[in-house]
């Protein structure tokens, strides 16, 4: 059984990573750190380079697993997807998960205000529970 | 910590939060405060104009606690330790004040169906939930079709 942990490297990152690994390690579940690298299929030329920004991503994901608390099982996934709340919804359909971290917006106040259309399209759609956490 | 704020309107749909927050709320240490939010409306709009909706506020607020009394008896009142009933006109504005009044470590609530059209509606009171609130919000789904 697993709790994903789906970050787009705001900062309260760090702060849902060490909820989400406390829940973990009570509910005996594995932690999985998940960021999805926006790849969008229809305008190549906007995509730069993926493969630089899926290293650094693993990267930083790295770095976040070494940061929680000790005994924390954790694993590290970085996926390129143009559709980002759908490559997340995707993970988190697989039978072995059991509840979905994430922020409920990103960076800007104009994106909090709108709730941040992946976290609103993920907590529509998602098939499990979604803790939904404050951008700080 | 402070506690998981379950907020429900007493409706089947909202209930489905309640057995797993409790279980949630165990295996974490937690306990859970129950809390109803009245939206309080002076007049209720009907067809063909305006009526009074609630001519005795004191008594529904009464049935909404015994309510909720019994509801946090059942779910086991070692973890239910509080029931809350508030009167507000904007109900997930009402959510969040008792969140940080209450100090809550979690707001928990359930989502609407998700059948046809009501799939692509969060739910106003927890799309604004989601946006105001300053604890993290646990959205507990419908069941899957099938």
């Known amino acids: 059984m697993s709790i994903v942990v789906a970050t787009d490297f705001s900062p309260a990152t760090a702060a849902m990573g060490a909820k989400a690994a406390r829940w973990a390690s009570r509910l005996g579940q594995e932690l999985v750190l998940l960021h999805v690298v926006h790849d969008p299929l229809l305008a190549p030329a906007l995509t730069g380079n993926v493969h630089a920004d899926v290293e650094e991503a693993q990267r930083r994901l790295r770095t976040l697993a070494t940061g929680l608390p000790p005994g924390t099982m954790s694993a590290v996934e970085v996926q390129a997807?143009?559709?980002?709340?759908?490559?997340?919804?995707?993970?988190?359909?697989?039978?072995e998960v059991r509840f979905l971290f994430l922020c409920s917006s990103s960076k800007s106040m104009l994106d909090r205000l709108r709730l941040g259309s992946i976290a609103a399209k993920v907590v529509r759609a998602a098939p499990v529970p979604v803790v939904c956490c404050p951008p700080s | 910590m402070g506690p998981i704020l379950l907020t429900t309107d007493l409706s089947e749909e909202s209930k489905r939060a309640f057995a797993p927050t409790v279980a949630l709320a165990r295996a974490l240490g937690l306990q859970v405060t129950l809390l109803v939010v009245i939206e309080n409306l002076p007049f209720e709009p009907v067809a063909g104009g305006l009526i009074a909706a609630y001519p005795d506020r004191a008594q529904l607020r009464a049935d909404y606690e015994a309510e909720l009394q019994r509801q946090a008896a059942?779910?086991?009142k070692d973890v239910c330790t509080k029931v809350v009933v508030a009167d507000a006109a904007d109900v997930a504005s009402a959510i969040c004040t008792h969140a940080e009044r209450e100090q809550a470590g979690y707001i928990a609530m359930a989502t609407h169906g998700r059948s046809g059209l009501r799939r692509l509606l969060l739910g106003s009171v927890a799309e604004n939930v989601l946006r105001r609130a300053h604890v993290p919000v646990i959205v507990f789904p419908p069941p899957m079709a099938g």
């Open chain 1, 81 to 95: 997807a143009d559709d980002v709340a759908e490559a997340i919804l995707a993970r988190v359909r697989r039978p």
């Open chain 2, 74 to 76: 059942a779910l086991g």
